[in-house]
């Protein structure tokens, strides 16, 4: 016969949030990293190979950051990589990647559809200068890709972060659940008299 599930703290229950975090810090740290390195070959496509070194620093970061803070528990070292996710998603991914590439594929798509000439619509949303390569496959498919990744790691910064609070507030409650040693020991001093 089946024993019957039991709900509630078990031995293992303590370890579960620390494997939680670790799953989250890494599944953000690599896609934030593969959106960095999208965006990248993105604006080098775009701009030259001058962009390349401060692309490379921005795929490099994610992970040194995440290290900082799991090796110190740092506050500065959290808010660094929040930093960072922010940056990454809402400014490349939501406004470069979707604004200047996603909605523009639509109208694209929409001008194409209606038979209107793709050359008297204006692109809908233009947040960088014209540029010759649009409608270029590879620049038009790495533009969605920013998109695409920063959504992925939106949601992973969102659990991650969910995660430490999550395991920082956990924390605060067992210290209060949990008397100081001192208080166990007055405690058993009194109880033996």
């Not at 690599?30 to 775009?46: E, I, P």
């Not at 701009?47 to 950051?65: C, D, H, N, S, T």
């Amino acid at each position: 016969m089946n024993s019957p599930t039991v709900y509630g703290p078990t031995a293992h229950s303590a370890v579960a949030p620390r494997r939680t975090l670790q799953f989250y810090a890494t599944a953000s740290w690599m896609s934030l990293t593969a959106t960095a390195v999208v965006v990248g070959v993105h604006h080098v496509y775009r701009e030259g190979w001058q962009l390349l070194v401060p692309f490379a620093i921005l795929a490099a970061l994610p992970y040194p950051l995440v290290r900082w803070f799991q090796a110190t528990g740092s506050p500065a070292g959290l808010g660094a990589y929040a930093l960072l996710s922010a940056v990454t998603i809402a400014g490349f991914g939501f406004v470069d990647g979707f604004l200047d590439q996603v909605t523009n594929a639509f109208v694209g798509l929409y001008t194409s559809v209606s038979g209107q000439e793709a050359d008297r619509v204006e692109r809908a949303f233009r947040v960088l200068p014209p540029t010759p390569l649009v409608g270029d496959f590879f620049y038009e498919a790495t533009g969605i890709l920013e998109f695409a990744g920063a959504v992925i790691a939106a949601y992973y910064a969102y659990r991650f972060l969910r995660a430490v609070v999550t395991q920082r507030s956990g924390a605060v409650r067992l210290r209060a659940a949990v008397p100081a040693e001192g208080e166990r020991r007055s405690r058993r001093h009194a109880s033996s008299s």
